[in-house]
T-cell receptor, first 112, second 114 residues
Framework: NAGVTQTPKFRILKIGQSMTLQCTQDMNHNYMYWYRQDPGMGLKLIYYSVGAGITDKGEVPNGYNVSRSTTEDFPLRLELAAPSQTSVYFC???????????FGQGTRLTVV | DAKTTQPNSMESNEEEPVHLPCNHSTISGTDYIHWYRQLPSQGPEYVIHGLTSNVNNRMASLAIAEDRKSSTLILHRATLRDAAVYYCILRDAHGSSNTGKLIFGQGTTLQVKP
């Protein structure tokens, strides 16, 4: 059972570079979320989506963009990476009628 | 989103029960109480949730105060594998706000001693 898959697992970026964090789920979940977690802190919601073609900002959206062209995929785009974006990024999904959110294993990003 | 308050850290001995408290004095009538935990170097995982009544599952029990302003996650026999950060989260299950967003606080870091 794949669940929520995030790639890559680790990445080092230089300041000003851009990249896309990939997230895919095989559970046909409508709801998907992106979080970031700084060391010793709880998770902060960046963006979320309630279905293909619909996205909305979370608590900390600045510096990020998302798209949701299919139910399965919810990529997170970083433009002009900054050291403040050094963090661990988690993707999650949930069904409309379900209670439990399923999280990926995370992407550890370092911006130097 | 209603806020929750949890102790920063707690310690327990292996094979003893653990009671993890959570205060949510501004909870609304449609807020469900969810608990997730995050093992080291992993994403959060669902533990349990409830609305008004106490709940039990294979992982834990959830005791909810009668006025719903607080709740307690109970691990009946802590093991070393239960060492994690435990998050208490409120989620509104109704209306246009039902996007399933989970807003995380700092959580409680549970240490389990052998």
């Amino acid at each position: 059972n794949a669940g929520v898959t995030q790639t890559p697992k680790f990445r080092i970026l230089k300041i000003g570079q851009s990249m896309t964090l990939q997230c895919t789920q095989d559970m046909n979940h409508n709801y998907m979320y992106w979080y970031r977690q700084d060391p010793g802190m709880g998770l902060k919601l960046i963006y979320y989506s309630v279905g293909a073609g619909i996205t909305d900002k979370g608590e900390v959206p600045n510096g990020y963009n998302v798209s949701r062209s299919t139910t399965e995929d919810f990529p997170l785009r970083l433009e002009l990476a900054a050291p403040s974006q050094t963090s661990v990024y988690f993707c999650a999904s949930r069904s409309v009628s379900g209670t439990e959110a399923f999280f990926g294993q995370g992407t550890r990003l370092t911006v130097v | 989103d209603a806020k929750t308050t949890q102790p920063n850290s707690m310690e327990s001995n292996e094979e003893e029960p653990v009671h993890l408290p959570c205060n949510h004095s501004t909870i609304s009538g449609t807020d469900y109480i969810h608990w997730y935990r995050q093992l080291p170097s992993q994403g959060p995982e669902y533990v349990i949730h409830g609305l008004t009544s106490n709940v039990n599952n294979r992982m834990a029990s959830l005791a909810i105060a009668e006025d719903r302003k607080s709740s307690t996650l109970i691990l009946h026999r802590a093991t070393l594998r239960d060492a994690a950060v435990y998050y208490c989260i409120l989620r509104d299950a109704h209306g246009s706000s039902n996007t399933g967003k989970l807003i995380f606080g700092q959580g409680t870091t549970l240490q389990v001693k052998p």
